[in-house]
């Protein structure tokens, strides 16, 4: 088996493909991947997202990550990066379709954009958008002030100011990157923002010293 | 914010990318993924890519294309094109799309759309409608018929919101590939009886078009053929439109440089003469 730092979560949903590309672009070297073993030995595991909540657990279950998963987690070694709906997986709960239970890393609940959102403005959230980092400190040195991201989302993530990175405005506020020592998750998709999205990802893996091209191949 | 998109639309038949005239007229251009990556590089905020053959010939978009396209285009890629059930979808979506387009899926079967949307949210699935105008009115098209159908463009929209759309796809059929810009009257009347996200297509021909359609409330304005004439063709159009809340680019176009038809003037002399001699100043260290 080829060890490598990077692996792309395969839950049977979600964009895989995409964020394998842009990761490949910024000169990763990455597997898509659903095995235990590939899991464990990864340093960032990245859960894509282009699905519904309730859909996204289900599959979790039934593939039997959620243990592999919450395990690597305990170990804090590893960094999980979410995206879009990879992101809300961390909370606590959503509300999406029915009420459904998320992974539960991040204190927080999945809400709908209709209660927030003021009426004239068109829902789902689809279009570019600017964040507002909410530290001081920009986090991830190469986020711009001018850069825009890739929305598209109906819910949004609702949790502590402590857990909250950055914020976006869309009729009114709401979060957008949230993080919690290994786990980092964002509502927007840096795989398909163009240049914003490669630095962004780029800055990320910097921030936490991950290297971006080591690979180990094991001879079995 | 920048929550207007200008989507740069490339239509597919039998994997070529090609252009099309009222529906009627089609002329090839080359790989889709050519265009999708030149697109891509001139910074459009979303890729439209959608197979014209498929749902006539009763097959999918192949999703080849999709991951050819996706290696390519860090844009944000809505795919359509016969697709008519769940797997279909999936198999897009774990090939690189972001959402998915359904056109005549729809009229055939809508509760198509209300299972899409449960499986993959309401963000992913976009309910494209052709429309024409008849007697004033704007009324569905019919592709395998080729003629308007007896039903009502607005109630269409209604229906797809029900069913559970995230976003509506309204293309002209009368305008489409002339240039004459858009049906400013029916996407006004589309915005006002629905809450979700409209994309107006079909008519682009210079950048005051855009201007016109996104007065008229849409949040999206599509572009199809003229795109592929000029170079840098979305920096220009974005360019022409600054300030209108469309995302700006890196290329450093501004509205006093290009003309009304969306290509770039020429500069004055004195600004040419200075480019001829470097000027330095200081010493060499």
């Keep these: 088996m080829i060890k490598v730092d990077h692996v792309v979560l395969n839950y049977g949903l979600g964009n895989a493909n995409s964020i394998a590309s842009c990761l490949r672009d910024i000169g990763c070297h990455v597997v898509i991947s659903k095995q235990s073993e590939q899991l464990r030995c990864a340093r960032v595991i990245y859960i894509p997202g282009v699905g519904s909540f309730n859909h996204a657990m289900e599959n979790l279950k039934d593939m039997e990550l959620l243990d592999v998963l919450n395990e690597i987690k305990e170990n804090g070694k590893t960094l999980f990066v979410g995206m879009c709906l990879g992101m809300q997986l961390f909370a606590h709960s959503s509300d999406e379709n029915t009420f459904t239970k998320g992974l539960g890393w991040i204190p927080g609940r999945v809400k709908d954009l209709k209660e927030r959102v003021p009426q004239g403005y068109a829902l789902p959230h689809i279009g570019w958008n600017k964040i507002n980092t ?61 240049m914003a999205g490669k630095r962004l990802l780029i800055g990320l893996l910097n921030s936490y010293k991950i290297d971006r091209q080591r690979v180990w191949i094991t001879y079995e | ?176 590939g002339l240039g004459t810009g858009y049906e400013v009257d029916v996407y006004n009347q589309v915005v006002q009886s629905v809450s979700i996200p409209v994309i107006a297509s079909g008519g682009y021909g210079k950048p005051s078009h855009v201007q016109e359609a996104i007065n008229s409330g849409v949040n999206a304005i599509a572009i199809g053929n003229q795109l592929n004439y000029v170079e840098h063709s979305v920096a220009l159009i974005k360019g022409f439109l600054q300030g209108n809340d469309i995302r700006k680019t890196n290329f450093d176009y501004r509205p006093g440089q290009i003309d009304s038809c969306g290509r770039l003037m020429k500069q004055n002399d004195d600004y040419l003469d200075s480019l001829k001699f470097v000027k330095r100043e200081g010493r060499w260290v």
């Excluded at chain 2, 797997?87 to 998915?100: F, K």
């Excluded at chain 2, 949210?121 to 309910?127: E, I, M, S």
């Excluded at chain 2, 098209?141 to 796809?169: M, P, R, S, T």
């Design chain 1, 134 to 194: 909410t530290s001081k400190r920009n986090k991830f040195n190469l986020l711009y002030k001018d850069d825009s991201f890739y929305f598209d989302h109906s819910f949004y993530f609702e949790c502590e100011d402590e857990f909250c990175l950055a914020k976006s405005h869309y009729g009114s506020e709401f979060t957008s990157i949230v993080k919690r020592g290994n786990i980092v998750g964002f509502q927007f998709h840096p795989e398909k923002s163009q």
């Design chain 2, 1 to 176: 914010m920048d929550n207007k998109r200008i989507i740069g639309k490339i239509l597919i038949d039998k994997q070529l990318a090609i252009q099309s005239k009222g529906f009627a007229m089609y002329l090839p251009l080359g790989k889709p993924e050519i265009l999708a990556e030149a697109l891509d590089q001139w910074q459009v905020d979303e890729v439209l890519l959608i197979d014209r053959s498929a749902s006539i010939n009763k097959t999918t978009i192949d999703e080849k294309i999709v991951e050819r396209v996706v290696e390519v285009c860090r844009s944000p890629l809505t795919v359509g094109g016969g697709v008519c059930s769940v797997e279909q979808a999936e198999l897009l979506i774990s090939n690189g799309a972001d959402r998915i387009c359904i056109n005549s899926a729809f009229h055939e079967n809508p509760g198509l759309l209300t299972q899409l949307s449960d499986m993959f949210g309401r963000q992913a699935v976009v309910a494209a409608l052709d429309f024409t105008i008849k007697g004033k009115m704007p009324l569905i098209f019919d592709h395998k018929k080729k003629v308007a159908k007896q039903y009502q463009l607005i109630d269409a929209c209604k229906l797809a919101e029900d069913k559970g759309a995230g976003e509506l796809f309204i293309h002209s059929v009368d305008r489409d």
